[in-house]
């Protein structure tokens, strides 16, 4: 079961992946991320930040996955515990967004996630 919940998990970073990506090549979600500043597509500035989102993500599902025993990840066990921290704060924080849009997506996504990945660190030794 923790490995399904792992795999969940890791889906859900990588949607999160496409999304960074679809803000980068200049999709008008500017209402949906970074407190919906941003009315179309987001300034230079804005992708940037997209840009550095997936490196982060990509380590968030690959730290979960690890700590769930996926087959060829030996990460050390604080990686899994660092991304279940970065959940929690990305779900506060996308709580507390100004945004109305951000928080009826992300909000709700990112707490799911914040559990899943709370799920694995708990009950996997």
Same mark, same amino acid.
């Given at each position: 079961?923790?490995?399904?919940?792992?795999?969940?998990?890791?889906?859900?970073?990588?949607?999160?992946?496409?999304?960074?990506?679809?803000?980068?090549?200049?999709?008008?979600?500017?209402?949906?991320?970074?407190?919906?500043?941003? &009315?179309? +597509?987001?300034?230079?500035?804005?992708? %940037?930040?997209?840009? *550095?989102?997936?490196?982060? !993500? $990509? =380590?968030?599902?690959?730290?979960?996955?690890?700590?769930?025993?996926?087959?060829?990840?030996?990460?050390?066990?604080?990686?899994?515990?660092?991304?279940?921290?970065?959940?929690?704060?990305?779900?506060?924080?996308?709580?507390?967004? &100004?945004? +109305?849009?951000?928080?009826?997506?992300? %909000?709700?996504?990112? *707490?799911?996630?914040?559990? !899943? $990945? =709370?799920?694995?660190?708990?009950?996997?030794?």
């Amino acid at each position: 079961m923790t490995a399904q919940i792992a795999h969940l998990f890791a889906l859900g970073c990588l949607a999160g992946i496409f999304f960074q990506i679809a803000l980068i090549a200049g999709a008008p979600l500017g209402p949906w991320t970074q407190g919906g500043r941003h &009315p179309g +597509a987001l300034p230079l500035s804005g992708r %940037a930040l997209a840009a *550095l989102s997936i490196p982060v !993500l $990509a =380590a968030q599902a690959l730290a979960i996955l690890s700590a769930a025993g996926f087959p060829g990840l030996d990460w050390p066990r604080w990686t899994g515990w660092a991304a279940l921290g970065l959940s929690v704060v990305t779900a506060a924080l996308n709580h507390l967004t &100004p945004s +109305a849009r951000e928080r009826a997506v992300w %909000a709700p996504v990112t *707490l799911v996630m914040a559990g !899943l $990945a =709370a799920y694995v660190m708990i009950v996997t030794p």
